[in-house]
């Protein structure tokens, strides 16, 4: 038996609603349970059933559709629905990937687009479903104490030899006994990423990238030529 995701739909366009509404249909594992024209419309559907996946169209009225993201993802990280924007340009990929977005379609897209994204959606969705909340957070060693640190307050982590340099959100750095490998085997795969032998960072953090580098905050970070090609496949939907 298959296990569908419950969907909804934004999209002010009442033909691209209608042809997404047609993608769920051919898609076995979906289940639309309803379409809106905007954000405001969803509140309510969002607050008190169970919907595993948001459709959103970028370019709204009122609310646009990137800022009523970032409001969810501030709201409930971890708790919020899986979301597959949808757009008619590329301009605010890089805002998607930081509201932890599937997927970020180009009008027009095809089905083909749309099932993959999809599948991702499924994946992930399921993933998340066998977290508890041990993962939340990770422990470190600070001089003879455990202290917990919670995994969305990290921005980046660095290397000081035997030690490791722990950079979070309320700009404090914390010294901790750890090796780099230790905590990259640590930190969440979806969520932190090695861009150099002496920097991993937290993937949602990332405020801009040029090139091979990456800025968060006021630190520039270069990705060096051992961890390219990784960083290559995760943002190629993006950048």
């Known amino acids: 038996m298959i296990t569908k995701l419950n969907c909804i739909i934004i999209d002010d366009d009442p033909d691209i609603s209608a042809?997404?509404?047609?993608?769920?249909?051919?898609?076995p594992f979906l289940?639309?349970?309803s379409t809106y024209n905007n954000p405001a419309e969803a509140i309510d559907i969002l607050s008190h059933s169970d919907i595993n996946l948001i459709i959103l169209d970028i370019n709204l009225p009122g609310i646009d559709g990137m800022t009523f993201a970032k409001t969810l993802y501030e709201?409930?990280?971890r708790a919020m629905p899986r979301i597959i924007f949808i757009s008619g340009s590329g301009d605010h990929a890089l805002d998607g990937y930081k509201v932890d977005a599937i997927d970020y379609l180009l009008k027009p897209f095809t089905y083909e687009s749309?099932?993959?994204?999809?599948?991702?959606?499924?994946?992930?969705?399921?993933?998340?479903g066998q977290k508890n909340d041990a993962d939340d957070h990770i422990f470190i060693k600070v001089k003879d104490e455990l202290i917990r640190v919670s995994l969305n307050e990290i921005l980046y982590v660095?290397?000081?030899?035997?030690?490791?340099?722990?950079?979070?959100?309320?700009?404090?750095?914390?010294?901790?006994?750890?090796?780099?490998?230790?905590?990259?085997?640590?930190?969440?795969?979806?969520?932190?990423?090695?861009?150099?032998r002496s920097f991993i960072v937290a993937l949602d953090k990332i405020d801009a990238i040029q090139h091979y580098t990456v800025k968060i905050g006021k630190t520039t970070i270069p990705v060096t030529e051992q961890y390219r090609q990784q960083f290559k496949e995760h943002f190629k939907l993006w950048v």
């Open 75 to 77: 709201r409930s990280r």
């Open 31 to 33: 289940h639309l349970v």
């Open 114 to 128: 749309f099932f993959k994204a999809a599948v991702k959606a499924k994946m992930h969705t399921s993933s998340l």
């Open 158 to 196: 660095e290397s000081l030899k035997d030690y490791i340099k722990v950079f979070t959100k309320d700009g404090e750095m914390t010294i901790a006994l750890s090796t780099m490998k230790a905590m990259e085997e640590r930190l969440p795969q979806d969520c932190f990423m090695r861009i150099h």
């Open 19 to 27: 042809i997404v509404s047609d993608f769920v249909s051919e898609t």
